[in-house]
C-alpha cells in the first residue's frame, strides 16, 4: 500500500484467508519474529526516508476504503498490532465483534516497504 502498490485482495474474508494460508509456512515462534524484525525494520527504514510534505499524499486503501493519507495510514501497524494482541469482545456487537481474529503476521505482510 505504501510503495503506491494497491493491496490485491478485494475482500476482508480473502485477505483472511490468503494470511492464514501465508502463515502455515512459519512453525516456530523464532521464524515469525525474525520476520516481523525484517518487515519492522524495512518500514522504519521507509519512515526515515519519508519528507513531510509526502505525509498528506493520498493512498489507495483496501476493501473499497476511501483514500487515506500516508499521515493516516502509518498508524495502522501500531493499530493492529495493539488489537493483535488482545482478543476481540465477544457479543456485544459492533465492528469488532464481526471481524475474524486477525493473523499474527499480519504486520509483517502489510508492511511491505
Given amino acids: 500500500m505504501l510503495d503506491g502498490c494497491p493491496y490485491a485482495p478485494p475482500t476482508l474474508a480473502e485477505a483472511d ?17 525474525c520476520l516481523l524484525d525484517a518487515k519492522s ?3 522504519v527504514v521507509w519512515l526515515d526516508g519519508l519528507a513531510p510534505e509526502k505525509l ?3 493512498v489507495t486503501t483496501p476493501f473499497g476504503m476511501d483514500p487515506m ?3 493516516v495510514v502509518i498508524t495502522f ?12 469482545p465477544s457479543g456485544g456487537g ?7 481474529k486477525a493473523p499474527l503476521l499480519f504486520l509483517c505482510v502489510t508492511v511491505n516497504a
Avoid: C, N, Q
Wanted: proline content about 9%; cysteine-free; overall charge negative.
Fill in 56 to 58: 498528506g499524499t493520498l
Fill in 94 to 100: 459492533g465492528m469488532a465483534s464481526s471481524l475474524p
Fill in 77 to 88: 501497524p501500531a493499530f493492529h498490532k495493539e488489537h493483535a494482541r488482545r482478543p476481540l
Fill in 17 to 33: 484467508r490468503d494470511f492464514r494460508e501465508f502463515e502455515k509456512g512459519f512453525t516456530s515462534r523464532e521464524e515469525a519474529v
Fill in 41 to 43: 525494520d524495512a518500514f
Fill in 69 to 71: 493519507p500516508i499521515e
